[in-house]
């Protein structure tokens, strides 16, 4: 387990930048800095050897910051930035992010799609222009989506059948009102493009917050495992928004408990061998 991956986690500080989606009361325990002097401990006591660094707002400072601490943290394995999709020139951005130093972590993008008011946002005719110029420099791109980008979502996998795609968080299934099937359909329609993968991360704080347990998560881990299959399930702790419902070690070890009670190999995949291959680590 040394090089196990946590293929989702983020780095903040709000004392130097905004971050418009952690307003209000609720999310104060994680308004504050978090860097990898944080996360080293936690990835050690834990069993994880490397990590992917997630983008967490629209910024391209925020991608040319993530890669220089990815050039000075052996740890972080690749970083997924924000690039933007509608800028024509969005393929020169790329190549000039590649020369800094870190640049060669760069493994994906991501942007906060289930933020945009429309949700077919992701089918967008120059969005797709953009993700053109992600798949042409072999990143992967990372879906941030709920249940009502979905349909878009799916129609744009289908678009691109040779490209790599990750769903982020199973795509936030509403668990603290109970289990929706139209969610439960979406996953399966989407899991039939082979060419995606899902993050089993993020599931805790979609849940109560102070309600939950590897049992209560059970139901939504099985379904995307039943969708996806051993091959294309990946680890994500998706730390430090998942302290808001429990410490790091509690959601590593529910996840863990959730896919080696369905199969030993499920496991042994999901925290590791599948996030390499959904993002050409090199490790």
């Excluded at 629209?58 to 690039?83: C, K, Y």
């Excluded at 953009?130 to 989506?145: K, M, P, Q, R």
């Excluded at 995606?196 to 209560?216: F, I, N, Q």
């Excluded at 070690?249 to 190999?265: G, M, N, V, W, Y």
């Amino acid at each position: 387990m040394s090089r196990a991956i946590d293929a989702h986690q983020h780095f903040w500080d709000p004392s130097r930048a905004d971050y418009p989606w952690m307003a209000g009361d609720a999310l104060a325990p994680i308004r504050r800095p978090f860097g990898p002097t944080d996360l080293a401990p936690l990835l050690a006591e834990n069993g994880l050897g490397a990590s992917i660094l997630v983008q967490t707002r629209s910024s391209l400072d925020e991608t040319r910051e993530f890669l220089r601490i990815a050039h000075d943290t052996p740890f972080v394995a690749g970083v997924v930035g924000w690039v933007d999709l509608t800028d024509a020139s969005v393929g020169s951005t790329i190549d000039r992010l590649r020369e800094l130093p870190g640049g060669e972590k760069l493994v994906g993008a991501r942007h906060q799609v289930h933020d945009e008011a429309d949700p077919t946002w992701i089918d967008r005719g120059d969005v797709r222009r953009g993700l053109e110029s992600i798949f042409a420099h072999d990143l992967t791109y990372d879906l941030l989506v709920r249940t009502r980008e979905l349909p878009a979502t799916i129609a744009t996998v289908r678009a691109f059948p040779e490209a790599r795609f990750v769903l982020d968080h199973a795509a936030k299934p509403p668990i603290a009102t109970g289990f929706d099937q139209y969610w439960a359909d979406r996953i399966a329609e989407l899991a039939t493009c082979g060419n995606v993968w899902c993050k089993v991360s993020g599931l805790a704080t979609e849940a109560v917050w102070t309600d939950w347990d590897a049992e209560r998560l059970q139901p939504y881990v099985a379904h995307v495992a039943r969708c996806f299959g051993a091959d294309r399930l990946i680890f994500g702790s998706d730390w430090p928004v998942c302290l808001l419902a429990g410490e790091y070690r509690e959601i590593k070890q529910a996840l863990e408990r959730c896919l080696t009670q369905l199969d030993p190999e499920i496991g042994d995949k999901a925290f590791g061998p599948n996030a390499v291959a959904a993002y050409r680590l090199r490790l």
